[in-house]
Structures are given as C-alpha cells and as structure tokens.
C-alpha cells in the first residue's frame, strides 16, 4: 500500500498538520510507501526524509501571497497546485494508493481533489475543521460572536453576514464552498471520513453524504507521563492557544479579572489587544516551544478552555490531563468530551462570564478540589492514553477498510 499524505503546510502551525506530520515517520516504520505533499513550506525538521518522500509546490497561502488578486483566485481554485499534483499522481496506480487529506483551503484549494477523483484515486478526509461544509470553516458568526445554527449554503447562511471582516469576503467564502462542492468534490465526492469526536462527527454528519463511511481514529498526544502533581498548590489558570474572538480569550480575561484570579495566556493573536484591555494585570507569554507549553499548563491550577465555537476537539484539555491538570471547558465544544464535569474538571455555560468565574472561585478557594481534579483527570487520560501508536493502528485499520471496501 501506498499512502500519500495531503496538507497545506510543510510545517506545525496548527493542529490539522501536527496530526499529519506526526503519522509520516510512524506509518514509514510500519513499512508503508509514504510521500508527505504540502503545498507552503518550509518543510518540519522532524520528517525523516530517509523514510519519507516529501513534496513542497513551493506556493503561498492566502495571507503570504503578494497579490491579492492571485490569492483570490487561488483560493479558490489553485491551477497551479492541480498540474503539479496531477504530474506526481502520474508515477502512482490507484489500485495500490490512497490519498489522506488534512487541509486543503488555505493553499491548496479542492482541485488537487478534483484531479485525484479524475484520476480514480482513493481519498479519505480527516475532519480537523467544518470547512468541508461550511463557508467559514467554524459554524461560527463573527459578527455576533457566538456559534451559529443555520444550514450551510443555505439562502439565510448565504444572506448572513458572519465573517470577521466583511460581508464581501463572506461572498468570496460562499463562491469558493460552492467551487468546493459542485466542481472540486469536497465533501459530495469523497467516499470516507475520518472523524476525531462525537461532537463533530454529529455536527457534520447531517451535510455530508449519506452514504459516506466514518472511521473514528483518535489524535494522537505526544507526552510523557510525570509524575502527578499537586494541582492545588499551583495559582495560575491558564488559556493556550490562538488569541482570536471565536476561542473566547477575552472573556476568560474579564471572568479572571472579575474573580482576581491569575490569567496566563500562552499563545498570540488578533485579540491580544483586547484581552490586555481587558485584564491590564493578566499575563501573556506568546507562543511558547513544546517544553515551554508543558511548563505553562505544569505551573497551573487548572486549564480553561472558553471557546465560542464548536471546536472539534481541543487537544489542549487531553494534555492538561495527561500532566494531571484538571480544566474549565465550554460546554458547546468537543472538548467537554474529554472531562466528567465535576469529577476530572468542570463544565461551564458557553459565553457566560459569571458561570465561568462561578467555576474559577471554586477552583481558585477549593485547593484540595482542583487536586482531586487533576487527579483523576491523570487517571482517567492514563489508562487510555492517546498514543501515537494508538493513532497509526486506527489509521491502518481504516486504510485497509478502505481499499478491501473498493476491492
């Protein structure tokens, strides 16, 4: 078996390409032919290029690119990419080949998909985000600033004006969706997904074909175990990720302050800003190193997680627990999968700042709580870790469901 693995980015910048990059060098060991394709690089240093066959187009994504005008356009549909993927899907045979994509949007837009679908290949898409169905990508109005509920593609999705700039890149949004489903084959002509929760599994599945077949393959979480600490002990909550509206970091910013409980933020964004506004004594420390993350969610009392929009999972929480950190989580997110509210961390209403600094006074007076928390949020994430290995058998098991299902 062949496997050619399909993404953006030659590099980590976001969750959909750690958990791509992540299976390339596994899936080699395990003796499959492996070629890693990206269309914006540069390329990870963690591939090993003795094991893996990597491809770069060397192109821009959509906020690089010089011109505006071909950034409009390829986003829509990248010719360029479409010729270079069809000249390296030449030297493969669809019989022996299955092609794993990741992301697609922000480069190589859905006419590599086209030609692979031309070109009889197999396709399976992992469903990092809601792009596949949903114009923004989040089934979230930016405008409101809460999650949204209408149909993609409707006429009153098309009306609405839910975008983070402008009703005219909405319109831009809606042309390529419809691009994307009626000429690229994404989703309408994609035969598998594979899915990474029950949240968005169940939010997807109404507006993707009826007869596609899921597979449920669990991210992996690189970490080690340390040893359980004493949650309690620790001051800190701690918000991790991109500082941006639909992630709810400015209203954790005004809970903590409200509470007087210490903020820390780990990560940047176009809500740093506001979030200092918000909370002139909260603490942000930028983006942060693999060592440094670990440091940060260590050193707290408990992870908050407030997001606005429906996330799809929310690694985040997964590592807080594998570190014995307990977290606060929006209940309108994957994510709230990953605790048993009030045994392993807490739930709390989405968007509602006083039921979020209800959860942060709790935790913040209760030490022996946030401790017990941790505790068994250690326990519960360790007799079921989400390992690597754990990832690369669901990734075989649903390539080989995938071609004995196409035999």
Sequence with gaps: ??????????????????????????????????????????????????????????QHDLLSNPSRVKAAINGLWNFQTAMNFESLLKQYDPKDTIIHLHSWVKSLSSSVVHRAIKMGFKIVC??????????????????????????????????????????????????RQAIQSNVGGIPNEIKHFITVSDYSENLLRPFLPSTARFFRVRNPIEINKY???????????TFIGRLSTEKGGVLFAKAAKLTGVKAVFVGNGSEEKNIRDANPSAEILGWQNREGVIQAIRSSKAIVFPSLWHETQGLVVLEAAALGIPAIVSDTCAASEAIVDGESGLLFRAGDIHDLSTKLTLLHNNQKLATSFGSKAYNQYWNDPCTIEDHINGLINAYKNIFDFNA
């Design 227 to 237: 040893p359980l600490p004493n949650a309690g002990n620790n001051e800190a909550f």
């Design 126 to 175: 992992t469903l990092h985000d809601y792009f596949s169905v949903c114009p923004n990508g989040g089934f979230y109005n930016y405008q409101l600033k809460k999650a949204c509920a209408l149909a993609p593609m409707s006429l009153a999705c098309i009306a609405n004006n839910c975008d983070a700039r402008n009703y005219s890149q909405k319109l831009w949004r809606v042309t």
């Design 1 to 58: 078996m062949r496997i050619i693995i399909l993404n953006d980015y030659g590099f980590i910048n976001g969750g959909a390409t750690q958990v791509a990059i992540a299976s390339l060098n596994a899936l080699a060991m395990h003796g499959f032919d492996v070629t890693f394709v990206s269309s914006v690089g540069p390329i990870a240093a963690t591939i090993d290029r003795n094991l893996v066959n990597v491809i770069n187009f060397n």
